[in-house]
């Protein structure tokens, strides 16, 4: 009895959920390489290698942008001020989860992680956030490139608007508006659930700042990474391939929001191959699982990473 009771202090029931939610999400993205790794090897017999590079340095870097967002919005939402490894853990170790079927599961890992000391109402809250966040930034920026080949000023009008609408949005919550409302259509329980998630202050300016700095400059270097395809593969070379990341990006969101494959898997490709304006079928089919290859790695590599990393303490 004495050892079963010094084996749960040391390994916690939470614990085991965590590890079991990793291990489920591991799977599932091993599994999706494995079942395109024929189609993939044969593309690398002659590519260029330093563009290779140059693309999973690029993506790393965009994507490493991510946890600097969440970060601050950990930091916005809790009293204390967690440290940016431990932010980037909870965030990379979620992503991963996230590719399992359902979505939720990442921030399920989070909550069962943090339930200590975050409170899971806190951890919803800023994973709403985050969300608005990325989608706001995912359908402004592809528009925007999209708009560019159309008209410059359109372009830079529709930037500038946009960029007010998320500045008015952050600053003066319409996150706590837009839930508020819903709580009145909902159970007293749940509702009183959302009433601790919308007790917040607004966004400071500072915060809001960073914010947009952040998210600019990921999607800076994402469309770097995107330039890199067109070198590395010469099959890409005569097409437009700012367009076409521009509407991989936009096939991404309406992935996103169908929720019934994991990581819009299949959606994804399906939604890019329909709005792609130009190219053959092949090498834009290619091309979506080559990005969506390339994705991957970038979550496998930060994921790693940020479970390895020692976490010397939580706040700073």
């Known amino acids: 009895m004495t050892n079963d009771i010094a084996v749960s202090k040391k390994f916690p029931i939470s614990q085991w959920i965590t590890w079991f939610l990793i291990s489920i999400g591991l799977g599932w993205i091993f599994w999706l390489i494995f079942q395109q790794w024929d189609t993939l090897a044969k593309q690398f017999v002659n590519v260029k290698i330093e563009s290779v590079i140059f693309i999973l340095i690029l993506g790393f870097i965009s ?12 930091n916005k939402h809790i009293e204390k001020k967690i440290s940016f490894i431990y932010a980037a853990r ?49 359908i402004l920026i592809p528009l925007v490139v999209l708009l560019f080949f159309i008209d410059l000023w ?72 995107w330039q890199f395809f067109a070198l590395a593969w010469p ?9 076409l990341c521009a509407t991989y990006s936009i096939a991404w969101i309406i992935g996103f929001i169908s929720l019934v494959t994991p990581s819009g898997l299949g959606v994804r490709e399906a ?6 304006p130009s190219g053959h079928a092949s090498s834009l089919a290619l091309l979506a699982i080559l990005v969506r290859f390339w994705l991957l790695i970038n979550d496998i590599l930060l994921f790693i990473l940020f479970l390895v990393l020692p976490i010397r303490k939580k706040y700073v």
């Open 63 to 74: 994507t490493l942008h991510n946890a600097f967002v969440f970060h601050l919005l950990l």
């Open 90 to 138: 909870l965030l990379f170790v979620g992503q991963m989860i996230r590719h399992v079927p359902g979505r939720f599961w990442g921030v399920v890992y989070q909550i069962n992680e943090t339930k200590s000391h975050i409170p899971a109402t806190s951890m919803i809250r800023i994973n709403i956030d985050f969300m608005f966040i990325s989608l706001a930034f995912a």
């Open 154 to 225: 359109l372009a830079i009008f529709t930037f500038l608007l946009a960029i007010l609408i998320i500045i008015f949005s952050l600053r003066y919550d319409w996150n706590n508006r837009i839930l508020r409302l819903v709580s009145v259509y909902l159970p007293k329980r749940m509702a009183d659930h959302l009433c601790k998630m919308t007790s917040t202050t607004p966004y400071s300016w500072t915060h809001i700042i960073k914010l947009i700095i952040f998210s600019s400059s990921g999607w800076l270097f994402y469309f770097l990474a």
């Open 235 to 243: 099959i890409f070379a005569d097409t437009n391939i700012l367009i």
């Open 271 to 276: 939604m890019f191959l329909l709005l792609s």
